[in-house]
C-alpha cells in the first residue's frame, strides 16, 4: 500500500511538472513576471514585519522614554516603511496581473490546442466521441489545467516568505523562534491530511464539471425531439441529477476547504498568544526588544498566508491535473499520417475505381467488405441498398473522410490515399442528408465566406447565383427578408428540412466539384423539385463526376449506373430497370416507394 501511495505521488509531481513545463515554454513571459512579483512581495512580507519593529524600538519607545525623538530618525524610519510599503504594492500588482494574464493566456492555448486538434483528426474519432464530451475538453477541462501554472507564482513566493521568515526569527532569536516553530509541525500534518482527504472530492468535481456540460449539451441540441416527445421533465430531472452530483460534490470539497483553513488560521492564533507571553517575558528579562516581538507576532501571524495558500493549491491539484489529463487525452489522440509523396491530381473530369474496397470500425464488425466498381468521369451514378448495408459509410470513404481497412480508390488513376487534403478538398464537395448550417446570413452558409465585406457583396457573386439556380434554391433565397444576407439562426432552425438540404446542396456546388458525393441530399425536397434538381445537375455539370445515394425510384432512374449493396458487399451494378430483375432490389424499391405513398 505504501509503495503504491509514493507511486501515485511520484505520478502527480511528473504530471505536475508537464504542466508546468507546457505553461511555461507556451507563456515564458507571464509566468516569469509573475514569479518575480511574488518573490518579491513574500520578501517585502518580512521586510514589512523588521520594518514595524525598528518604528517601535527607534520611534515609538524613544518617544515614551524621554519624550524627544530625532528628525532624522523619524524621517528615515517612515521613509524605510514607506519603501517597503510602495515595494509591496507594487509586488501585489504584479501577483495578481499576471495571475489573471497567466490563467487566460494558457486557458486561450489548451482550448485552441484542442480545437485545432479536433479538426484534424478522423472522422471515426468525432463519431465515436458525444459532441457535449467534447465540450467539455475545450471549456471546463481547459479552464481548469490553466490554474496550476496561474497560481504557481504566489506558491513560490509564499514559499519564499516561509523560508526567509523561519530564517529570519533563528538569526534574531532562536528561542522564539524553537518556540514559533512548534506551529510547523501542526501546519504541515494538517496539510498532509487535507491532500489525503481531498484528493478524490477535487478529481470528482471536475469529472462532474464535464458530465453536466455533456448532458446540457445533448438536451439544448436535441431541443425539438425532447419537446415532440414530451420529455422535457425526463431531461430536466436528467439535468438536475448530474446538476446535484455536482453540488454535492462541491460541498463535499468546500466543507474540507472550510475545515482546513479553520484549522490553519487557529494554528497561528494560539501560537501568537504563545510567542506574546514568552516574548514578554523575554523583554523583561532583557534578551530582546519590543520591536523584535513586535515583529515575531506580525510575522508568525503572516505564516498562515503562505500555508493556507500552498495548501489551497495542493488541494486542487487533483482537479487541475484531472482536467489537463482529458486535455492530453485528446492532444495525443494520434493523427491520420501524413500523405508521403503526394501525387498530383490531373486535371479535367474525373472517373472512380474503387477496387475491394473495406472498410471496418475499431471495435466493429466490417461495414464494407470487397466493394469494386467504376465510375466513368462526368457520369451520374446512385448507390443504393436497405438499412445498413454501408451506403453512407461507402460514401465517407469516396470522400476521404474514413480511412480504408482495405482496398483502394482510385481519381484518374491516382489512389485517393495519395492525394493532398488540399487537392482533395478542391475536387472533392459533398452533401448529407443531415445537413449542418451555421448560424450566419444565406450567402456566408452557401459560400462558407464570413468576412463581413465578402458577405455585403456576396449578392454579384456569380458562384452563389449559379450554385443557387442549380440546387434550386433562388427562389427560396428571394423570397427571404433580407435575401441572400438573412440569417438562419443555429443549425438553419429558421428554414425547413428541404430548404436546410438546398443551402447545403448549393454549398457543395458553389465549389465546383469535380466529384460530388450527395447522401440522400435531397430527402426532404418534394418529388418534383427533387427530379427538377437532379436533372438540372445532369446537363447543368457535364464535367461533374456525381455520386448519388439514394433510395429514389425516380433519381435511380436517371442515373447512368446503379450500385446495389447488400450487408456491405456489392449485390449488383447496372441501369435501375436491369436489376429490377434482381429479387432482393425489386423488394427493397417497392417497399421503398410504398413508404413515400403512405407518406
Known amino acids: 500500500m505504501a509503495d503504491q501511495t509514493t507511486t501515485g505521488r511520484f505520478k502527480k509531481i511528473r504530471r505536475s511538472r508537464a504542466l508546468l513545463l507546457d505553461a511555461f515554454r507556451a507563456h515564458?513571459?507571464?509566468?516569469?513576471?509573475?514569479?518575480?512579483?511574488?518573490?518579491?512581495?513574500?520578501?517585502?512580507?518580512?521586510?514589512?514585519?523588521?520594518?514595524?519593529?525598528?518604528?517601535?524600538?527607534?520611534?515609538?519607545?524613544?518617544?515614551?522614554?524621554?519624550?524627544?525623538?530625532a528628525t532624522g530618525t523619524i524621517v528615515a524610519v517612515l521613509l524605510v516603511v514607506a519603501a517597503v510599503g510602495v515595494?509591496?504594492?507594487?509586488?501585489?500588482?504584479?501577483?495578481?496581473?499576471?495571475?489573471?494574464?497567466?490563467?487566460?493566456?494558457?486557458?486561450?492555448?489548451?482550448?485552441?490546442?484542442?480545437?485545432?486538434?479536433?479538426?484534424?483528426?478522423?472522422?471515426?474519432?468525432h463519431q465515436a466521441h458525444p459532441t457535449g464530451q467534447k465540450l467539455a475538453h475545450v471549456t471546463t477541462d481547459a479552464e481548469a489545467a490553466a490554474e496550476l501554472p496561474a497560481r504557481l507564482p504566489d506558491v513560490l513566493g509564499m514559499f519564499v516568505l516561509f523560508v526567509v521568515t523561519v530564517g529570519w526569527v533563528v538569526v534574531v532569536d532562536p528561542v522564539m523562534a524553537l518556540v514559533g516553530g512548534a506551529m510547523i509541525p501542526a501546519l504541515l500534518l494538517v496539510n498532509w491530511v487535507y491532500q489525503k482527504q481531498v484528493e478524490v472530492p477535487a478529481q470528482a468535481v471536475q469529472e462532474r464539471l464535464g458530465r453536466v456540460t455533456e448532458v446540457a449539451h445533448e438536451s439544448f441540441d436535441g431541443a425539438a425531439l425532447v419537446k415532440m416527445l414530451g420529455r422535457d421533465r425526463v431531461e430536466r430531472d436528467r439535468f438536475?441529477?448530474?446538476?446535484?452530483?455536482?453540488?454535492?460534490?462541491?460541498?463535499?470539497?468546500?466543507?474540507?476547504?472550510?475545515?482546513?483553513?479553520?484549522?490553519?488560521?487557529?494554528?497561528?492564533?494560539?501560537?501568537?498568544?504563545?510567542?506574546?507571553?514568552?516574548?514578554?517575558?523575554?523583554?523583561?528579562s532583557g534578551e530582546i526588544t519590543v520591536g523584535a516581538l513586535v515583529s515575531f507576532v506580525n510575522v508568525f501571524a503572516m505564516l498562515v498566508v503562505p500555508v493556507r495558500t500552498i495548501g489551497n493549491v495542493l488541494g486542487d491539484v487533483p482537479?487541475?491535473?484531472?482536467?489537463?489529463?482529458?486535455?492530453?487525452?485528446?492532444?495525443?489522440?494520434?493523427l491520420p499520417p501524413a500523405v508521403p509523396d503526394p501525387q498530383p491530381l490531373p486535371d479535367g473530369?474525373?472517373?472512380?475505381?474503387?477496387?475491394?474496397?473495406?472498410?471496418?470500425?475499431?471495435?466493429?464488425?466490417?461495414?464494407l467488405s470487397g466493394v469494386s466498381f467504376h465510375v466513368p468521369?462526368?457520369?451520374?451514378?446512385?448507390?443504393?441498398?436497405?438499412?445498413?448495408?454501408?451506403?453512407?459509410?461507402?460514401?465517407?470513404?469516396?470522400?476521404?473522410?474514413?480511412?480504408?481497412?482495405g482496398g483502394t480508390v482510385l481519381l484518374n488513376g491516382v489512389d485517393l490515399s495519395r492525394i493532398s487534403p488540399d487537392d482533395r478538398v478542391r475536387a472533392v464537395a459533398a452533401a448529407f442528408q443531415e445537413p449542418f448550417l451555421f448560424a450566419g446570413s444565406l450567402a456566408e452558409n452557401v459560400l462558407l465566406d464570413f468576412d463581413s465585406a465578402a458577405a455585403a457583396a456576396s449578392g454579384a457573386d456569380p458562384r452563389l447565383d449559379e450554385a443557387l439556380r442549380l440546387a434550386r434554391a433562388r427562389t427560396l433565397v428571394d423570397g427571404q427578408p433580407?435575401?441572400?444576407?438573412?440569417?438562419?439562426?443555429?443549425?438553419?432552425?429558421?428554414?425547413?428540412?428541404?430548404?436546410?438540404?438546398?443551402?447545403?446542396?448549393?454549398?457543395?456546388?458553389?465549389?465546383?466539384?469535380?466529384?460530388?458525393?450527395?447522401?440522400?441530399?435531397?430527402?426532404?425536397?418534394?418529388?418534383?423539385?427533387?427530379?427538377e434538381i437532379m436533372s438540372g445537375l445532369t446537363t447543368g455539370l457535364k464535367s461533374t463526376t456525381t455520386i448519388v445515394v439514394t433510395t429514389s425510384a425516380a433519381t435511380l432512374a436517371l442515373a447512368d449506373t446503379v450500385v446495389y449493396l447488400d450487408q456491405g458487399r456489392v449485390a449488383g451494378v447496372g441501369a435501375h430497370a436491369d436489376l429490377l430483375r434482381i429479387d432482393g432490389y425489386d423488394r427493397l424499391i417497392r417497399a421503398y416507394e410504398r413508404e413515400r405513398v403512405q407518406a
Open 482 to 531: 433580407n435575401g441572400p444576407d438573412t440569417p438562419v439562426g443555429e443549425r438553419g432552425v429558421t428554414l425547413s428540412g428541404g430548404e436546410r438540404q438546398r443551402i447545403a446542396l448549393a454549398r457543395a456546388l458553389a465549389h465546383r466539384p469535380r466529384l460530388l458525393l450527395l447522401d440522400e441530399a435531397t430527402s426532404a425536397v418534394d418529388a418534383t423539385t427533387r427530379q
Open 377 to 405: 468521369s462526368g457520369s451520374t451514378v446512385a448507390i443504393t441498398g436497405g438499412t445498413g448495408s454501408g451506403k453512407t459509410t461507402l460514401l465517407l470513404a469516396l470522400a476521404g473522410l474514413l480511412p480504408l481497412t
Open 240 to 284: 438536475a441529477a448530474e446538476a446535484a452530483g455536482l453540488r454535492d460534490a462541491k460541498i463535499k470539497l468546500a466543507i474540507r476547504d472550510w475545515l482546513l483553513d479553520s484549522l490553519i488560521e487557529s494554528i497561528p492564533t494560539a501560537t501568537s498568544l504563545v510567542i506574546v507571553v514568552v516574548g514578554a517575558l523575554r523583554v523583561n
Open 319 to 334: 482537479r487541475m491535473l484531472a482536467g489537463y489529463a482529458r486535455v492530453r487525452t485528446v492532444l495525443g489522440e494520434p
Open 87 to 125: 515595494v509591496q504594492g507594487a509586488a501585489g500588482l504584479i501577483r495578481r496581473w499576471t495571475l489573471v494574464l497567466t490563467r487566460a493566456r494558457f486557458d486561450a492555448t489548451l482550448r485552441t490546442a484542442v480545437v485545432h486538434r479536433y479538426h484534424r483528426l478522423p472522422m471515426t474519432y
Open 28 to 69: 515564458p513571459g507571464p509566468i516569469s513576471w509573475g514569479i518575480v512579483g511574488s518573490l518579491l512581495y513574500g520578501t517585502s512580507l518580512v521586510a514589512w514585519s523588521v520594518a514595524l519593529g525598528e518604528l517601535c524600538n527607534r520611534v515609538v519607545i524613544p518617544r515614551f522614554d524621554d519624550g524627544r525623538i
Open 349 to 367: 473530369p474525373l472517373d472512380v475505381s474503387v477496387r475491394d474496397l473495406s472498410f471496418t470500425y475499431p471495435g466493429g464488425a466490417a461495414v
